[in-house]
């Protein structure tokens, strides 16, 4: 089978064609290499592997095609540059045993392509999900050989800057570890190392200087250090430091997994969130994990010590919820017509002062186990929704309104070096109390990063999971008031309905956040009013063994990301429950908002 280059096509052909059934195009790149399969495709790039058919074995490689998703002559040109830079790291680079090799690059039909060597084997992240967490054997095996991998990278003056289980693959004819994906890899010049520049690497082991723009050399050695941590526990990072606390709780989860107190020390000095804590070389961790320099200090008890989750102290509320209910009516019931049940809720929740007179108020979600997805039944469902399976989620807190503009913009002014984060730049429907839009992933993420250096908690995006049980609260019907869906108790395009509803009203823009009744849990607007963004990447359907512990579903490929619970703009289906819908993670529009978690502490009822 031969793939199409052309990226509107991606036609297969047959073997031993030169041109696209399809569309025309030529097959066979620069007359040499030839595509067999698409194995991936992220923001800026699609991945093909291919056959090398110059040599006579025909190996197997690896071809990078640039492909750019974003919008703006200036993204594209910037990421033009990183992926030209990327072939020039790799041909000195890939001079170690252990980085894949540069054969090739080129720009053909106006787009730029790198060749390199492929690799056969799975990523660490692979390995994690089907034989499930490291030992510490495997851990000390992983950092030796990584480091000695870095010592050479760092020596050529290049920082990684992306070091995770999914960019680290275990060859299978040899078991030897190669650091892979230098496309975020930055070279270093001397008078460059204090000056902020561009934010990349994926967030959840991203060094807190690499976060604001500021990456050194050490800054490898936390992501080592927070991808062994992971691979210890199969815990999300984010999950795994307490900010109230002031260190990583990474032992809370190691569910019997034995790790010593020499190896915890070396792992929590790798991770250390203040740099010059942190290891200062890869010659000094070495030295460290091969037992040849005087020890850390030690850490009394901590074989022996039980860590408790820091505690939040929260307050009751009331709020109004409602249900719907559809009865018959008429000769043979055959009329129907339904009925809004109003009620009230109570729930616990604490605020976050902001300052200028603005708090976010967060609402505890109790931990339980639900099916995500939506029956097979259900109308108007899409086949992403399938199949349902059970996933179980631990306590968290969640915003109780989507993020307003009012709370954007003194976020926004807490720290000028990163992006523009100015809804009155941006936002197409005014008001301090209606939910900020326009908003990309990037800049949720970057909200996320801002609120939580000021408060010391860490916030993030909601895992997709976890957005779904909160929206549920309990419920297992399509909307969480019932059956059905009005304009009386959301904000969507009431020129539509779903089931026995009667139309309604289509305001065509955002409204007041809390305007409508809350769900079970106490949180408002889940249906409808603004899209939200969650943590996860997109995946068509859930048969690919997704997370059952309500971490977010990531791959590594930040292509599109999930946005969930519908728009004003939306079809009332788009406002169910399970409903599932993406975006390119730089894409913004008046349809797309968010709202914040913090899963770093257990609720203490005042």
Known sequence: MIYCLNPDCLHPNPDNFQYCQKCGSKLVLTERYIPRSILGQGGFGRTFLATDQYKPSQPYCVIKQFLPQAQGTDT???ASQLFAQEAQRLEELGKHPQIPELMAYFIVDNRQYLVQEFVEGNTLQAELNHNRVFTEKQIRALLLEILEILEFVHSKQVIHRDIKPENIIRRSSDNKLFLVDFGAAKVVQQQQRTATGTIIGSAEYCAPEQSMGKPFFISDLYSLGVTCLHLLTGISPFDLYSPLEGEWVWRDYLNG??????????????????????????????????????????????????????????????FETATITVTSKGFFGIGKSYDINRSRGRA???????GNGVVIDMVAIPGGKFLMGSPENEPRRSDSESPQHSVTIQPFFMGKFPVTQAQWAVVAAF?????????????????????????????????????SQRTGKTYRLPSEAEWEYACRAGTTTPFYFGEIITTDLANYDGNYTYGLAPKGEYREQTTDVGKFPANPFGLFDMCGNICEWCRDEWHGYYSNNPPR?????????????????????????????ASRGYNFPVHACSLMGFRVVYSGASARIL
């Open 257 to 318: 997994n034995v790790v010593s107190d020499e190896l915890g020390k070396i792992l929590e000095k790798l991770a250390d969130p203040i740099a010059k804590h942190r290891f200062q070389s890869v010659a000094e961790v070495r030295q460290q994990v091969e037992g040849k320099s005087s020890k850390l200090p030690s850490r009394p008890n901590i074989q022996n010590k039980t860590p408790s989750r820091p505690s939040i102290q929260t307050q009751p509320f009331e």
């Open 549 to 577: 512990d309500g971490s977010a579903w990531l791959i590594g490929n930040h292509n599109k990301y999930l946005l969930r619970g519908g728009s004003w703009n939306s079809y009332p289906s788009c406002c169910r429950s």
């Open 415 to 451: 720290d000028k070096v990163k992006i523009n984060l100015n809804p009155d730049d941006q936002s197409e429907f005014k008001g301090a109390n209606r939910p900020v839009e326009t908003v990309s992933w990037y800049d949720a993420v970057e909200f996320c990063a801002r609120l």
């Open 76 to 78: 594209i040109e910037k």
């Open 348 to 354: 616990e929740f604490f605020t976050e002062d902001l």
